[in-house]
């Protein structure tokens, strides 16, 4: 079974600029979760998308976006890039169960200069 | 708010000794604490679980302990070898919010 894939893996933006990342989840998941990994701030929740709707949302600015298609893909857009918005991006997919286990992609890192 | 600590940030042992990370949550709703473990340029993997029903479970080398009281869990790693080095992450979900809450991770070192 293949797992998460995140595509791109490495992006390189300007400030001001938008960016867009994918996200394919595990065959029969329908729940996909979004995270920002940075040195600093570990793993920080931005959102979860379960049958194409947003089912809970973390403590982001509303430039960080998502959604998700009927075959359970998902995408991440981030508008008005900040050098902040520097850091690892993960997805990570699951049934969508309460309380069950997420599977990780690969990460797009992105680098904001 | 939700809070998950995680301690220590980073722990050096040597090859063959045994290696313990903390975690500590706050949301009493928590009932399912992964640990995953993230190599250099890779996504987190999942290495083992527990339920809020159970006190402890084993996989070879890996154990978790859980301390519902307390509101502790700790990762027990024994006979640690090189390939064990890599940053640890624990994590705390609920079947109320579909969301989880994860520690700072720990970076582990095992020194050959």
């Known amino acids: 079974k293949a797992g998460v894939t995140q595509t791109p893996r490495y992006l390189i933006k300007t400030r001001g600029q938008q960016v867009t990342l994918s996200c394919s989840p595990i065959?029969?998941?329908?729940?996909v979760s979004w995270y920002q990994q940075t040195p600093g701030q570990g793993l920080q929740f931005l959102f979860e998308?379960?049958?194409?709707?947003?089912?809970n949302k973390g403590n982001f600015p509303g430039r960080f976006s998502g959604r998700q298609f009927s075959n359970s893909r998902s995408e991440m857009n981030v508008s008005t890039l900040e050098l902040g918005d520097s850091a690892l991006y993960l997805c990570?997919?699951?049934?969508?169960?309460?309380?069950?286990?997420?599977?990780f992609g690969p990460g797009t890192r992105l680098l904001v200069l | 708010g939700e809070n998950v600590e995680q301690h220590p940030s980073t722990l050096s042992v040597q090859e063959g000794d045994s290696a313990v990370i903390k975690c500590t949550y706050s949301d009493s709703a928590s009932n399912y604490f992964p640990w995953y473990k993230q190599e250099l340029g890779k996504g987190p993997q999942l290495i083992i679980d527990i339920r809020s029903n159970v006190g402890e479970k084993k996989d070879q080398r890996i154990a978790v302990t859980l301390n519902k009281t307390a509101k502790h869990f700790s990762l027990h790693i024994t006979e640690t070898q090189p390939e064990d080095s890599a940053v640890y992450f624990c994590?705390?979900?609920?079947?109320?919010?579909?969301?989880?809450?994860f520690g700072t991770g720990t970076r582990l070192k095992v020194l050959a």
């Open positions: 994590a705390a979900g609920s079947s109320g919010t579909y969301k989880y809450i």
């Open positions: 990570a997919s699951s049934f969508g169960r309460p309380g069950e286990t997420q599977y």
């Open positions: 998308y379960f049958s194409e709707t947003q089912r």
């Open positions: 065959s029969g998941h329908r729940s």
